[in-house]
């Protein structure tokens, strides 16, 4: 079974201290499994307000947390796992079938930019309400 993964973004990501940074964050999404530009879409999580509760059945869903800092959930053969992670450009990548939540710690807005492998359809966007962390 496969796993959450968290890692720091280094590969496709390119800054210049006077102009800012840019960042290409699915370069690991193997080009046979394209993503769907019309699932990608931008997430705000308030502070102290949690988000997701859900899982994919049919999609990989990769999170890619740019600003803000806060506490990843998700279950790991029936063990709730979570670790903590900020807006040092970080991509979460969370197989289909894991249930999983984010909640904000910090003080201020977390943003993240969301992606799932695999066709969209807004009419069946394959998100499952699960419960795993109590709001």
């Given at each position: 079974m496969r796993t959450v993964e968290i890692k720091r973004l280094k590969?496709?990501?390119f800054s210049d201290?006077?102009?800012?940074?840019?960042a290409y964050p699915f370069q690991q999404v193997a080009s046979g499994d394209a993503v769907?530009?019309?699932?990608?879409h931008v997430v705000a999580i308030y502070p102290?307000?949690?988000?997701?509760n859900h899982y994919h059945k049919e999609t990989e869903e990769?999170?890619?947390?740019?600003?803000?800092?806060?506490?990843?959930?998700?279950?790991?053969?029936?063990?709730?796992?979570?670790q903590q992670v900020s807006g040092t450009p970080t991509i979460?990548?969370?197989?289909?079938?894991?249930?999983?939540?984010?909640?904000?710690?910090?003080?201020?807005?977390?943003?993240?930019?969301?992606?799932?492998?695999?066709?969209?359809d807004l009419r069946n966007p394959d998100v499952v309400k699960s419960e795993l962390v109590k709001p």
């Open positions: 590969d496709g990501m201290p006077k102009t800012g940074w840019s769907d530009v019309r699932g990608v102290g307000q949690l988000r997701g990769f999170l890619f947390l740019f600003s803000g800092i806060g506490v990843f959930y998700w279950e790991e053969e029936g063990a709730l796992m979570q979460i990548t969370i197989p289909k079938g894991i249930r999983h939540a984010f909640k904000n710690t910090g003080e201020g807005v977390v943003y993240l930019l969301a992606a799932r492998k695999g066709e969209y």
